[in-house]
């Protein structure tokens, strides 16, 4: 199985445990307030992104053969950061103004979007 369908498979099983996150934005959001989440709705972008990132990864992975190991590593690590992104703003808002965190958001959406354009070039032209 190519790595990419690996780590999609990974990140859909992810995507499917902050599912229960979810629940508790609605069924428990007392448990989210113990916990200092102050932006349950961030939680639920996290999950939806973990779900369509693990599904763009298994459906590259599938589709083209022989992804070279940088344009994986890149596509991985813009897939599985992307979402996570979302969680420290679920606790803090106000994270978002932070240098270290928007360095992290360029680098995390130049990634994907390079590797998922480099990864479309190779594919193309096999």
């Known amino acids: 199985m190519p ?8 990140e ?12 508790m934005t609605l ?3 007392d448990w989210l307030r113990r916990a ?3 932006h349950p709705p961030r ?3 996290a999950h939806l992104d973990w779900i369509m990132m693990g599904t763009i990864l298994v459906a590259a992975g599938a589709a083209v053969p022989g ?9 991985v690590f813009g897939a599985y ?11 803090d808002a106000g994270t978002a103004q932070r240098l270290s965190f928007r ?9 994907m979007s390079g590797g998922l354009t480099t990864l479309a070039v190779h594919g193309l032209t096999r």
């Open 27 to 29: 069924e428990r959001p």
């Open 43 to 45: 939680l639920r972008q």
């Open 67 to 75: 992804i070279p190991d940088t344009i994986a590593a890149l596509v």
């Open 103 to 111: 360095v992290l958001t360029v680098v995390s959406f130049l990634a």
């Open 81 to 91: 950061v992307n979402p996570a992104l979302f969680v420290p703003l679920a606790f």
């Open 36 to 38: 200092h989440v102050r």
């Open 12 to 23: 859909l099983a992810l995507g499917g445990l902050s599912g229960w996150l979810v629940v």
């Open 3 to 10: 790595f990419l369908v690996k780590a999609g498979l990974v």
